[in-house]
């Protein structure tokens, strides 16, 4: 099938097998790499992309369900400026990540979040969605806390969070 896949504002016209999972699409198709695979089967959120502004595990949504849809990644998290967006900012200040191979999935989990005006009780329930092996989660939390106060204070210099 044709399809073109809208991700970080740049158009990917792509041919693609109906069976195709966005997140091989994204890969290996668009060479977006940022997005990465764990468990491929809905559980770790290494994968995790905002699609059409939800966070989605984008090892479980086919590449044809997002023709046309607006798709941002981890790599369209950096503004226009090359500024890192506050939360990259909040999980380095926080040691949010040792090996970091999780860590694109919480940005974009974190991101699809940031305009609901997060409590600390949610960023704890939001934090449990991912698997991390390395940090123990606190620092996650923290960082994602961090960002989330900065945000609803109009301190992070955005009025949304991508
Ligand atoms: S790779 Fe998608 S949830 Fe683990
Ligand atoms: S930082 Fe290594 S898996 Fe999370």
Do not use: K, W
């Amino acid at each position: 099938m044709r399809i073109t896949l809208t991700v970080n504002d740049a158009a990917y016209p792509l041919e693609v097998e109906p069976r195709r999972v966005l997140a091989d699409a994204l890969r290996d198709d668009c060479g977006l790499t940022g997005t990465h695979l764990g468990c491929e089967q809905g559980v770790c959120g290494a994968c995790t992309v905002l699609v059409d502004g939800e966070a989605v595990r984008s090892c479980l949504m086919l590449a044809v369900q997002c023709d046309g849809v607006p798709i941002r990644t981890v790599e369209g998290l950096t503004g226009p400026d090359g500024q890192p967006h506050p939360l990259q900012r909040a999980f380095s200040a926080e040691r949010g990540l040792q090996c970091g191979f999780c860590t694109p999935g919480f940005l974009m989990l974190a991101a699809g979040a940031l305009d609901h005006d997060l409590s600390e009780n949610e960023v704890a329930d939001l934090v449990r969605s991912n698997l991390c092996r390395c940090t123990g989660y606190e620092p996650i939390r923290r960082a994602i806390t961090r960002a989330a106060h900065a945000h609803q204070n109009g301190q992070d210099g955005r009025h949304r969070s991508v």
